[in-house]
């Protein structure tokens, strides 16, 4: 059968978050803008914005898989795309930030709230 496309890979919010409590998670990349990431982020996450990522991809591991996240997975998607074009080894967090609060999962600031 011919495809078109490879599958995304994806990870789901509530495994990332036992994965972060049991400290096996890998890195966790958010790749919205800065005053997104600021309004409520994930506490071990890294702010590295979709815009930016070209630039910034010695900053990635090579040798590990990286989690990306956004708002609500689509941004992250394309960053995923991107960089496992480019040899790394990402997962896109399936539904995003939204996903990961309407799951009651921890965010810095703790009162936090993703529009």
């Known amino acids: 059968m011919f495809r078109l496309f490879t ?22 990349v958010d ?6 990431y600021r309004a409520g982020h994930v506490k071990a996450s890294r ?6 990522l070209a630039q910034r991809i010695g900053e990635l591991p090579t040798d590990a898989p990286v989690h990306v996240i956004c ?8 960053a995923v795309r991107a960089l496992n074009k480019a040899g790394l080894q990402t997962v896109n967090v399936k539904g995003g930030m939204l996903a990961w609060q309407r799951a009651g999962h921890p965010m810095r600031p703790k009162r936090a709230t993703v529009a």
């Open 7 to 28: 599958p995304l890979p994806e990870v789901d919010v509530d495994t990332v978050a036992a994965q972060h409590l049991t400290g096996t998670a890998p890195l966790l």
């Open 47 to 52: 702010n590295i914005p979709l815009g930016s």
């Open 31 to 36: 790749v919205r803008e800065p005053d997104e």
């Open 71 to 78: 708002r609500s997975g689509n941004r992250s998607a394309q």
